[in-house]
């Protein structure tokens, strides 16, 4: 039953790093390709597999941090 809460906050971690990653970033990357190329297919696909590999590297790193500082026991 642990386990489950265990998971329930990695995947709300993760979401609420990448909303955070899309907030800071989105503006600067449709500046950075242009709005015409930004609403493109492949270049949103290219932003968005950025943005989920960071978020997924900053969600390990926080969990690692969490069960260091035995907040989290699994």
């Not at 503006?27 to 950075?32: I, M, N, Q, S, V």
């Not at 609403?39 to 069960?67: E, M, N, P």
């Amino acid at each position: 039953m642990e386990n489950i809460g265990i998971i329930v906050i990695v995947i709300s971690l993760f979401l609420i790093i990448t909303f955070l990653y899309w907030k800071l970033t989105n503006g600067y990357a449709e500046k950075e390709y242009g709005k015409k190329m930004f609403k493109q297919w492949g270049t949103r696909t290219f932003y968005w597999s950025g943005a989920l590999f960071i978020s997924g590297g900053i969600t390990v790193c926080v969990i690692y941090l969490l069960k260091w500082g035995n907040v989290l026991t699994f």
